[in-house]
C-alpha cells in the first residue's frame, strides 16, 4: 500500500527552485533514510512529507484517511520550531541562569501539556484541564527514551541532546502512523544514540513507518531504502542492503584549504598572555542540582584541547563560565587570559573579544532575517546578526577572505534563514574565526556537516591552530571529528572531572 507518494513535484522557496522532478513511493513496511550534501535538499524533502511547505509543481499524494497532521509527526533538527520551548527559551544565555529555572516548565508538565502561561505570577490563577495523555504511556515512553530521570526537571536545564530527547518523547505521545527526523543523531553522545537507534527500531516493528534524514554512516538498522539528494534532485533510491555495497564505505580524497587563503590569518590578535584560563573549584548549582561540582582547569596559551562528556555532563555548562554567558561565574573563582575573572573593571565584552565561539545554543538563538555578510562581520563585536559600526575596508576584505575560506562566498549576499542547516553551521564558523581569536571554543561545529564539509573543516582547525599563540577548546562526541591538533582532553562526568590528560 502506498502510503505517500511525489509525483514530479517541484518547489520554490523565497523566489528559487530548490526540488526539482521529485518521484518518490513510500509504501507500508519500508522505513526510508535520505541522505546527501549540505543544501542538497533534505530538510526540505521531510517538510514536503509532512505538509509544512507546499509543492509548486507536480502532486503530493497521501494514500491514508484523515488528517495529514495527526498522521505525520515531524522532529526537527532543532527545536526552535517548537511553540513551547520557544516560548520558554526567549534568550541565548537563558539556560544558565538561575531564576529562569525556577519559573521554567519542567518536562513532565511539557509532555503532558500541563503549561501555565509565560509569565504566571499567580500559580492559583490559572485553570488547567486534565491531561489527555496517559500515565501508563508517558512512562513507556520516558523508559524508551531513556528520559524518566528528567520528567521533573524544568526544561531549560537540559543540555542539547536531552532536549531532542525530550521532544521527540512528545511527538511519540501524539501516536503517529508516520514518523519524521531531521538528522535526530547530531548531538548525541554514544550512549543517547544506541538509545535512540534501539527506540527506532521498536517503533518500526510496531507499525510507525520512519523517514529519517541522516548521514551515511549513521544510518539506524530499522532503515529498509535510502534516498540519495543532490542538488536539489533525487540522485538514487535503493535498498539499504545495495546501498551499504557501494563505494560509500571507501575513503574519499577530501578537499583541503587553500594556502594561500590560510596565510591571511597569521598570527592572532591580542596574545599578550601566558594562561588562557585557569579554573578553581568551579561550582553551578541550580535549586538542588548540581551542574558542576569543583572543576579544576588550567590551559595555557598555545595548548589544544578537547572537551568530552555524556550529554548533561556539564560542558555547555563549565564553557558558559569561560565565556561570560553564565552569571554564576561571579559567584566563582577562576583567571582568564592572566586576568582574575577576566580582569578589574574587565566588560563581557572585553572578554568575549579574545573568544572565538560556536555552539548548538548559538545556532538556535541567532537571529535568521539577516544577510551571511553580517552575520560573519557580526563576529567582530560578538553581536548576534546585528550590529552598529561601520566597518573598515580590513574588515570587509576579512569577512569576503574567512567565506571563501569556508567555502560560504556564493552565499554572502543570501539571508542566513535561506541556507540549509549545515551551510548555516559554516557560516557561523566563518563568524567565530573573523576576528582571527587567540582562543577558539568550537562546541560541537560539525553538527549538521555532511562528511566532505566536516573533514574539511577540520583541516581548517588545524590550519589556523598551528600556531603556538593560538588556544583551543574542541567539542565532539565523535571521535572521527576531533581535529588532529588535539593533544590535551578532559572529560567530564556528572558535573566532575573524570579524566585529564
Wanted: proline fraction near 5%.
Amino acid at each position: 500500500m502506498n502510503q505517500i507518494t511525489l509525483e514530479n513535484v517541484f518547489v520554490r522557496k523565497y523566489d528559487t527552485t530548490v526540488l526539482s522532478g521529485i518521484n518518490w513511493e513510500i509504501n507500508t513496511g519500508q522505513h526510508w533514510a535520505v541522505i546527501g550534501p549540505n543544501g542538497s535538499g533534505k530538510t526540505t524533502l521531510l517538510d514536503i512529507v509532512a505538509g509544512k511547505w507546499p509543492v509548486w509543481k507536480g502532486k503530493l499524494h497521501y494514500g491514508f484517511t484523515g488528517p495529514v497532521r495527526e498522521a505525520i509527526e515531524f522532529v526537527p533538527n532543532d527545536y526552535s520550531f517548537n511553540r513551547i520551548v520557544s516560548a520558554g527559551a526567549e534568550y541565548y544565555q537563558q539556560r544558565f541562569h538561575a531564576y529562569e529555572a525556577e519559573r521554567a516548565p519542567t518536562v513532565r508538565a511539557i509532555l503532558t501539556d500541563q503549561l501555565k502561561p509565560v509569565g504566571t505570577v499567580n500559580e492559583n490563577s490559572v485553570h488547567l484541564e486534565p491531561s489527555k495523555v496517559d500515565h501508563t504511556q508517558l512512562e513507556k515512553v520516558s523508559a524508551l527514551l531513556s528520559i524518566t530521570h528528567l520528567l521533573d526537571h524544568p526544561f531549560v536545564t537540559l543540555s542539547n541532546g536531552e532536549t531532542r530527547r525530550m521532544l521527540l518523547a512528545k511527538s511519540l505521545l501524539k501516536h503517529p502512523k508516520i514518523l519524521l527526523l531531521d538528522n535526530p543523531f547530531s548531538g548525541l553522545d554514544v550512549h543517547s544514540r544506541e538509545v535512540l537507534r534501539n527506540a527506532l527500531s521498536e517503533l518500526a516493528l510496531s507499525g510507525v513507518t520512519i523517514i529519517i534524514g541522516t548521514i551515511a554512516t549513521e544510518i539506524p538498522s530499522c532503515i529498509t531504502h535510502v534516498l540519495e539528494m543532490n542538488h536539489g534532485s533525487i540522485e538514487r533510491l535503493s535498498p539499504v542492503t545495495d546501498f551499504k555495497t557501494t563505494n560509500h564505505q571507501s575513503p574519499e580524497a577530501f578537499p583541503q584549504p587553500d594556502p594561500q587563503k590560510l596565510e591571511h590569518f597569521g598570527e592572532p590578535n591580542f596574545i599578550d598572555f601566558e594562561t588562557a584560563i585557569d579554573l578553581r573549584n568551579i561550582k553551578v548549582k541550580y535549586n538542588e542540582d548540581e551542574i558542576l561540582k569543583g572543576i579544576n582547569w588550567t590551559i595555557k596559551k598555545g595548548e589544544k584541547w578537547a572537551l568530552s562528556g555524556a550529554n548533561g555532563s556539564g560542558k555547555s555548562t563549565l564553557l558558559s563560565i569561560i565565556t561570560a554567558d553564565n552569571p554564576q561565574r561571579f559567584a566563582n573563582d577562576y583567571d582568564l587570559f592572566d586576568k582574575k575573572r577576566g580582569g578589574l573593571g574587565a566588560s563581557i565584552w572585553d572578554i568575549k573579544q579574545k573568544i572565538g565561539h560556536v555552539s548548538p545554543e548559538l545556532h538556535l538563538y541567532f537571529p535568521k532575517n539577516t544577510t551571511v555578510f553580517k552575520t560573519i562581520a557580526s563576529g567582530f563585536f560578538d553581536a548576534t546578526g546585528i550590529f552598529f559600526k561601520k566597518l573598515t575596508d580590513v574588515q570587509v576584505e576579512r569577512v569576503h577572505e574567512v567565506a571563501e575560506l569556508l567555502h560560504v562566498h556564493p552565499l554572502i549576499e543570501k539571508d542566513f534563514s535561506q541556507l540549509s542547516k549545515g551551510e548555516q553551521r559554516l557560516v557561523l564558523l566563518a563568524r567565530a574565526l573573523v576576528k582571527n581569536p587567540p582562543l577558539l571554543i568550537l562546541d560541537e561545529p560539525c553538527q549538521g556537516l555532511d562528511t566532505v564539509s566536516i573533514e574539511y573543516f577540520k583541516s581548517v582547525v588545524d590550519s589556523v591552530c598551528k600556531t603556538p599563540e593560538r588556544t583551543l577548546i574542541y567539542v565532539s562526541h565523535y571521535l572521527n571529528e576531533i581535529p588532529s591538533c588535539v593533544t590535551r582532553f578532559l572529560k567530564l562526568e556528572k558535573g566532575e572531572v573524570l579524566e585529564n590528560k
